[in-house]
């Protein structure tokens, strides 16, 4: 059974870090690449970030790139986000998923304001 566990988001004031992980189980996890996806209060599904299955082929959307830092650990199974620069727009849970109509984890939740 694929579970995916989200952690690491937290209130944080516009301008600061964060980094957030994805603990995955129940698959072959270095088999496939990666995303980051998030939806904001109201909105709907956003995609942020993708990697590749070995980590050293990302993209970001424009919203977010050159201030996320997406990449992975195979060995431990875990996806991470880093987040620097933060804006009140990022707002939003946070979700890692292996892509469209896969499943997602639970969420995490950060929220940017002063």
């Known amino acids: 059974q694929v579970q995916l566990v989200e952690s690491g988001g937290e209130l944080v004031q516009p301008g600061g870090s964060l980094r957030l992980s994805c603990v995955a189980s129940?698959?072959?996890?270095?088999?496939?690449?990666l995303n980051w996806v998030r939806q904001a209060p109201g909105k709907g599904l956003e995609w942020v970030s993708t990697?590749?299955?070995?980590?050293?082929?990302?993209t970001y959307s424009d919203a977010v790139k050159g201030r996320f830092t997406i990449s992975r650990d195979n060995a431990m199974n875990t996806l991470y986000l880093q987040m620097n620069n933060l804006k009140v727009e990022d707002t939003a849970m946070y979700y890692c998923?292996?892509?469209?109509?896969?499943?997602r984890g639970p969420g995490t939740q950060v929220t940017v304001s002063s």
């Open positions: 129940g698959f072959s996890f270095g088999g496939w690449p």
């Open positions: 998923t292996r892509g469209a109509g896969q499943p």
């Open positions: 990697i590749n299955r070995e980590g050293n082929s990302t």
